[in-house]
C-alpha cells in the first residue's frame, strides 16, 4: 500500500524559509516521478515542483529561483526546500508520486505571514 507522509509545515514571516519532507512507502519511490502541489484557499490546487527518478527538476514559474526540489532514494524521501517565502505561498502543500497514477499525501500547511 502506498504511503506518502509530509512533514515541515507551518507558520513563516515573509522572507524565511521552511523545508517540507515526505516519506514515501509501498514501494513507490524509485519507479515515480515525485513531486509538489499546493492549494490555497478558494483557489485549484496547482503544480509546484517535479523530480522525476533520474533527478530532471521542473517548476511553476510563481516558485524559480526560490523553491529547489530533491530526492533522497536511499531514504525514500523527497523534499522542498523553500525560501523567500511570499504571503502567496500560503497554501497546503501535497506531496505526490506519478506513476500513471497519482498518489497523494494528506498535505501539510504552510502560512506565510506578512
Known amino acids: 500500500q502506498v504511503q506518502l507522509v509530509e512533514s515541515g509545515g507551518g507558520l513563516v514571516q515573509a522572507g524565511g524559509s521552511l523545508r517540507l519532507s515526505c516519506a514515501a512507502s509501498g514501494g513507490i519511490f524509485s519507479i515515480a516521478t515525485m513531486g509538489w502541489y499546493r492549494q490555497a484557499p478558494g483557489k485549484q490546487r496547482e503544480l509546484v515542483a517535479t523530480?522525476?527518478?533520474?533527478?530532471?527538476?521542473n517548476y511553476a514559474d510563481s516558485v524559480k529561483g526560490r523553491f529547489t526540489i530533491s530526492r533522497d532514494n536511499a531514504k525514500n524521501t523527497v523534499y522542498l526546500q523553500m525560501n523567500s517565502l511570499k504571503p502567496e505561498d500560503t497554501a497546503v502543500y501535497y506531496c505526490?508520486?506519478?506513476?500513471?497514477?497519482?498518489?497523494w499525501g494528506q498535505g501539510t500547511q504552510v502560512t506565510v505571514s506578512s
Open positions: 523530480i522525476t527518478i533520474g533527478g530532471n527538476t
Open positions: 505526490v508520486a506519478n506513476r500513471g497514477v497519482f498518489f
